[in-house]
């Protein structure tokens, strides 16, 4: 699976932007899929997920109420809609998947995740 995050740039704090998360290679709704991020000096960490058909979703608390993840598995696409941003959203957001999984917890950890993608820097100016 090759994945191509695009997306993000500068951004006022209290602004919005959307990323975007190409898939190819493989059978895109046969992968859950989700967004992490990482500043320097800090581990990577998770932003949202959702799930192969879309109806699960997941957020971090820090997050919560201000991003939207969304898929079009026709696209082979995920989206990260994200409001109200806050200087401490800036980072890199990466863009993840691993086949899917049943009846278990969506998975959080980076080292859940098989494939991923390059990156898109985030900075959100105060």
């Known amino acids: 699976v090759q994945l191509q995050a695009s997306g993000g740039g500068l951004v006022q704090a209290g602004g919005s932007t959307r990323l975007s998360c190409a898939a190819s290679?493989?059978?895109?709704?046969?992968?859950?899929m989700a967004w992490f991020r990482q500043v320097p000096g800090k581990e990577r960490e998770i932003v949202a997920g959702?799930?192969?058909?879309?109806?699960?979703?997941y957020y971090a608390d820090s997050v919560k109420g201000r991003f939207t993840i969304s898929r079009d598995n026709a696209k082979n696409t995920m989206y990260l809609q994200m409001n109200s941003l806050k200087p401490e959203d800036t980072a890199v957001y990466y863009c993840?998947?691993?086949?899917?999984?049943?009846?278990?917890?969506?998975?959080?950890?980076?080292?859940?995740?098989?494939?991923w993608g390059q990156g898109t820097q985030v900075t959100v100016s105060s």
């Open positions: 959702i799930g192969w058909s879309g109806k699960n979703t």
């Open positions: 290679g493989r059978t895109f709704s046969s992968y859950d």
């Open positions: 993840a998947t691993v086949p899917r999984a049943f009846n278990r917890a969506f998975r959080t950890l980076p080292a859940e995740y098989d494939y």
